[in-house]
């Protein structure tokens, strides 16, 4: 019996060892599994250590702050139209008549084909030629709580259905147009059925400085909230035709679908619409252009009082591109050549005539054609002013009644889309032509030529040729060009000129004013005639 219980102890304890052992080993085999396994995967590199991802940390900055203030005020805007058969889509979303107080430019509008104001249209960017339902996109920012929305006209021009996306919102909302003004580009919308809307904190763009931060918040692409950061490159900028547009110009990144979205300050203040780039391959080559936030303000207040912007008219035209020897010629230094009268405008009925410069309006000094521009436009239509003119050397004063351009110019062919049908003029075979000191060969022109481009008092005489080198080539004149002036004198006839080069000495300053043709007539492809006047000036040789 005891030898019975002790071989039951003995079989007890090898049991409970093989246990312990057992225990042992799957411990062993549990701490050394890992290793095995990782020195496996990691053959390729043995000696490599695998990389751990820390904790996450907000580091946040500035531009982190403003992106999170501000993406909830920016929306993606989608509209879309269905193009008439033929319709050109360029000229339907071109940029806004040209300024009217303003005279055309001299070299007609090839360098503005830089200038791109820019929105997605379709899947690629791109027109497509199709006669059914087309999409085009852009960006937008909310400036009040009930709804309203600041963007780019061109962004909503003519289309039939108007779409907002908030970021983060999955919702689509349908906005309606409350106002436009296409001489700014810029659009009013309003959509309704949003509850806590968060409108952006609007900012003075006259403390704006070359060298600030700028941040452009908007779609580009399609790309809802994209966040690009530069500087303001320059401000007040001048792109040719646009006479009530002086841009900010911007590095920060932008793109076809950011157009109407808002130009940052480091503060999170809106100072801008993103309106414009200029590029030469359609995308982003570090030149953008915002409208300043105080202009699009004004713009914004008339829309939502009246529906429309209402601005103040004399009823001239003037050219942008005079020079300062062109003043000096004419005896001053200041101040803005008429060069058209619009017949029954304010300007002329008060009295005023071609050539004449307005050097004040209201007995203050008016700087130049946009600082005149500025303040007629600004001037509450029926209020009476008094410009202060240089006729030939001696100062008059005029008492003009602004008026409502759009009523002064409803007739214009800029603002009408037509243009008269004017025949070129065509030189006789028994026409002489004469030799002039200037460098140039001209020729008279008959009373039918002159009738047809509307010419008064018989002035005008044609530019045949140009000699290469010459004074008449450097300041710009070329072949066909009309000149019907030379420093206010008027040009009848060869005779004319001959007499008045004749009193000119070398260094002084000489200015032409001249007609010249910007489109073919007829005889080059059935297009009407247009013709442009404006001043060409340098200092004899």
Known sequence: MRLFTTLRQQKSLSFGLVLVTLAVGIMIGTLANPRVHAARSQSAAPDATPLVIPDAVQLGNEFTKLAKKLEPSVVYITADYTPKVGDNPHKRRGAPQEEEESGPTTGGDE??????????????????????????????????????????????????????????????????????DPETDLAVLKIDGKSGITPVTVGNSDSVQVGDWAVAIGSPFGLEASVTAGIVSALGRDLGNLQMQRFIQTDAAINPGNSGGPLLNIRGEVIGVNTMIATQSGGYQGIGFALPMNLVARVYNDIIKSGKVVRGSIGISWNKGNKPELMKALGTNQGVMVDALKKGGPADKAGLKDEDIIVAMDGKSVKDGDDLVGRVADTPVGTGVNLTVDRGGKRMDFKVTIEDRAQVFKDDPRVAGSVPQIEEPVPGKSETVTQAKFGMKIKPMSDAEREAMELKDKRGVQVVNVDQGSFAEDIGLVEKDVIISINRMPVSSVEDIRKIQSSLKSGEAVAFRVMRSNQLGPRGGGRPVQWSSFFLSGALP
């Open 111 to 180: 360098g503005l084909d830089l200038f791109k104001r820019f929105f997605k249209n379709g899947p690629s960017g791109q027109d497509a030629p199709q006669a059914f339902r087309q999409q085009q996109s852009g960006t937008g920012f909310l400036v009040d709580k009930n709804g309203y929305i600041i963007t780019n006209n061109h962004v909503v021009s003519r289309v039939d259905r108007i779409k907002v996306k908030m970021h983060g919102d999955p919702a689509e909302y349908r906005a309606r147009v409350v106002g436009t």
